[in-house]
């Protein structure tokens, strides 16, 4: 019989599969492979119904894992997913149709495994014919939607806002502090019927909010930030 010395040379001499690696180590070569430092962009063109996807320091052939085989697929699927930063970009009034082409591109499952995005923050205003009625808007609705039912994983939301769409929230003054405070409360009921989701990061693209707007939102929790 052999030594037992001898059996543990020849397992060692015997070449190990990428699958026969400890899933630790496994992780962390996904981790190398697909994630990237910067943000991943989507955007969508006029008229088009494809979700495409822009990302600076994606490496050459990065997704190739993927078309590995199933245990792989799955393994590197979650950490594309889970730990990659995705930034749908500036869509004015066409983010719900970015959102459900890109949830529809990637399935369910993979839409489930999302943890960190970054949308254009809601807009509301005064509903049409309803006089002193504050309304979300109706790609806003649809949008925050579509999170709720697709992103069971999301647990950090960006919001950005620009000067040219969200001059309420840049020049507000006392006297708005009442349209202000309804807006931002109908807002966070919305977000927070998202479970899921720790973390609410409100961007400043461009321009700076008055100190009330400041207030109001950081007494939601949320993250106020300046600059890009």
């Known amino acids: 019989m052999d030594s037992d010395e001898r059996k543990i040379q020849r397992a060692a001499s015997v070449p190990i ?28 063109d006029k008229g088009s119904q494809k979700a495409e996807s822009f990302a600076p320091e994606r ?31 500036d869509t004015a009034n066409r983010q719900g149709g970015l959102l459900q082409s890109f ?9 489930g495994l999302l943890s960190r995005l970054c949308i254009n923050f809601p807009i509301v205003e005064y509903g049409k014919g309803q006089s002193g009625k504050v ?16 992103c069971a994983g999301l647990t950090t939301l960006e919001t950005l806002i620009y000067s040219r769409n969200y001059g309420s929230l840049i020049n507000a003054g006392d006297k708005d502090s009442k349209f202000i405070r309804e807006a931002l409360s109908q807002i966070d009921a919305q977000l927070k019927a998202i479970s899921s989701l720790q973390k ?14 400041v207030e109001l939102m950081q007494g939601f929790g949320w993250v106020v930030l300046r600059g890009r």
Not at 200 to 213: E, N, S, W
Request: proline share 4%.
């Open 17 to 44: 599969g990428f699958l026969g690696l400890p899933d630790k180590i496994r992780i962390n070569i996904f981790k190398r492979v697909l994630v990237v430092a910067q943000p991943i962009y989507l955007f969508q």
């Open 59 to 89: 490496p050459h052939r990065w997704l190739a894992l993927l078309y590995t085989n199933r245990q792989i697929h799955d393994e590197a699927s979650m950490v594309l997913y889970g730990a990659n930063h995705f930034t749908f970009m």
């Open 103 to 111: 949830f529809n591109c990637i399935g369910s499952s993979n839409a």
């Open 135 to 150: 309304m979300l808007g109706e790609d806003e609705i649809h949008s925050l939607r579509l999170l709720k039912e697709h």
């Open 200 to 213: 609410v990061i409100v961007r400043y693209y461009d321009g700076a909010p008055t100190t009330l707007v």
